[in-house]
């Protein structure tokens, strides 16, 4: 089920609070394909699982990512590669007992000066955001998934 508004935009003005723990950060989730990615540039020890079995980013000083450098990502910066969820956010998935809830982070509703600017995110991340539900859901990974077979697979509706 989704759950924002249908004409919301979303630009990023890459002012880094979400990466830097300024929202009050968690620590990012990561997928299978996201740590593969992260060893194949030759980074070790950036991740562990917690008390759910759910992979993490580690954080570094004062909450931020370990990967957030100057303000910036250096993931994008050193490889153009952002981790699956930094790439949907401001959207995030939560699972409930029967359905997967999208909505927009609640630490970026107020605080992301990206929101409100842009294109509309039912254009952009909600079509990538779902992909990856059903990639997770199929086949544990969010990439794991072609965009077509995804979006045939996946029961939309707006709450
Ligand atoms: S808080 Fe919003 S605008 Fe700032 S870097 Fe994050 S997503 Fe982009
Ligand atoms: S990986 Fe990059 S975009 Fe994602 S939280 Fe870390 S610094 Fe931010």
Redesign the pocket.
Known sequence: MVQFDRKLRFR????????SGA?GRVALELYPSDIEALKNYGYEDFYYTDDKGRLRMMNGEHGSCIFYRGHLCGLMLDHGFFPWNCQV??LRCVEMKDFFLIEINPH?VD????IGKGWQIKDTLLPELVRGIVSIKVMKDPRALPMDIALSLANVYWG
């Open positions: 990023c003005s890459r002012c880094g609070r979400c990466c929202l956010y401001p970026a605080s992301c000066p990206g």
